[in-house]
Nanobody, 116 residues
Framework: QVQLVESGGGLVQPGGSLRLSCAAS????????MGWYRQAPGRGRELVAT???????VSADSVQGRFTISRDNAKNTVYLEMNSLKTEDTAVYYC??????????WGKGTLVTVSS
């Protein structure tokens, strides 16, 4: 059974940094896109950033220049480096892996709180 486990969330002051990690456990084959999404209180889930197998990235306008997504294919792990955090970045952050066969796996989420 495949599980995605996020880590690295927590409380940080505005302007601070955090690094999220998401690792897959179990047998997972042909991972294609890895990505991060977030859901703020009272809002729907939104894309933060994705990364393809070749390293191509897509990110939301709101995080460009501040957040960087990367992946380690050997470890089936995706990272999100978050800098210059703002209060509006407060949300539960979820990772998602999509395989070439159209199967999607989601993590359970990690809470990021940006507050002074």
């Amino acid at each position: 059974q495949v599980q995605l486990v996020e880590s690295g969330g927590g409380l940080v002051q505005p302007g601070g940094s955090l690094r999220l990690s998401c690792a897959a456990s179990g047998s997972i084959f042909s991972i294609n896109t890895m990505g991060w999404y977030r859901q703020a209180p009272g809002r729907g889930r939104e894309l933060v950033a994705t990364i393809s197998t070749t390293g191509g990235t897509v990110s939301a306008d709101s995080v460009q220049g501040r957040f960087t997504i990367s992946r380690d294919n050997a470890k089936n792990t995706v990272y999100l480096e978050m800098n210059s955090l703002k209060t509006e970045d407060t949300a539960v952050y979820y990772c998602k892996f999509a395989t070439r066969f159209g199967v999607e796996y989601w993590g359970k989420g990690t809470l990021v709180t940006v507050s002074s």
